[in-house]
């Protein structure tokens, strides 16, 4: 069973799509009161993942349920464009809570049962994180904490049979980038699906040498 937090979402339903059509069994888990079929075998609503123990509760029901666990994709999360002079340390704190507590909790959550068998954890960077730009501190700071989550933790587990990568997006191809941004050349951004097949790729046997990684999928931006 993979787990998948934020499946409600645009990517998060491209990944379940992508992982379910790709033989794996799927666990939907997100906060919305409902989540779209995309193929997965179970749907976990109403989770508020920035909560340790809803996080456990949600996931002990999962693995209670299917028997295993074997990988964990955090794609909950959010974003925000502020500048310095005009925000609010509130949305630092928003930021914060959206980006990386819910991956930390998730990650907390699934190493008892990966342990087990082993298995792969893959986490929602940014590229954007890497240099900031004109509004996307608070973005990019909670960003990067995910990252260095994925480096320490790939550490932490390294000789527990758990593989832990993140990858490092640059503008996705959704319908809310599309409307901010509707004079930019979309075909140049990163579909949905084709994040989703990089996540595939690093959940499965073939990227079995590969762990503490933060890939750049950057497309042709």
Same mark, same amino acid.
């Given at each position: 069973?993979?787990?998948?937090?934020?499946?409600?979402?645009?990517?998060?339903?491209?990944?379940?799509k992508?992982?379910?059509a790709?033989g794996?069994s799927?666990?939907?888990?997100d906060?919305?009161?409902?989540i779209?079929?995309a193929g997965?075998?179970?749907?976990?609503?109403?989770?508020d993942?920035t909560? +340790?123990? $809803?996080?456990r509760?949600?996931?002990e029901?999962?693995?209670l @349920? /299917?028997?295993?666990?074997?990988? =964990?994709v &955090?794609?909950a999360?959010?974003?925000i464009?502020?500048?310095i002079?005009?925000?609010?340390?509130?949305?630092?704190d928003?930021?914060?809570?959206?980006?990386?507590?819910?991956?930390v909790?998730g990650?907390?959550?699934?190493?008892?049962?990966?342990r087990?068998?082993g298995?792969?954890?893959?986490?929602i960077?940014a590229n954007?994180?890497?240099?900031?730009?004109?509004g996307?501190? +608070?973005? $990019?700071?909670?960003k990067s904490?995910?990252?260095r989550l994925? @480096? /320490?933790?790939?550490?932490?587990? =390294?000789? &527990?049979?758990?593989?832990?990568?993140?990858v490092?997006p640059?503008?996705?191809?959704?319908?809310a980038n599309?409307?901010?941004?509707?004079?930019?050349k979309f075909?140049?951004?990163v579909s949905?699906?084709?994040?989703?097949?990089v996540i595939?790729?690093?959940?499965?046997?073939?990227?079995?040498?590969?762990?503490?990684a933060?890939?750049?999928?950057?497309?042709?931006?």
């Open positions: 069973m993979i787990i998948v937090t934020g499946a409600a979402g645009i990517l998060g339903q491209a990944v379940v992508e992982l379910s790709a794996y799927v666990a939907a888990v906060l919305a009161s409902e779209a079929d997965q075998g179970l749907s976990k609503t109403g989770v993942l909560r +340790a123990d $809803a996080v509760t949600a996931f029901a999962i693995v @349920e /299917a028997g295993s666990l074997s990988g =964990l &955090n794609v999360g959010g974003f464009w502020e500048t002079a005009d925000g609010s340390l509130d949305s630092w928003r930021m914060y809570a959206m980006n990386v507590q819910t991956a909790n990650c907390a959550a699934a190493l008892p049962y990966l087990k068998d298995g792969a954890i893959v986490n960077a954007g994180a890497v240099r900031a730009d004109t996307m501190a +608070a973005y $990019a700071a909670s904490g995910v990252m994925t @480096e /320490a933790l790939a550490k932490e587990e =390294l000789h &527990n049979g758990i593989r832990v990568n993140a490092m640059s503008i996705i191809d959704t319908p599309r409307k901010d941004m509707p004079d930019a075909s140049d951004w949905t699906k084709s994040l989703a097949d595939g790729f690093l959940l499965s046997d073939k990227a079995n040498a590969v762990t503490g933060c890939l750049p999928v950057t497309g042709r931006c």
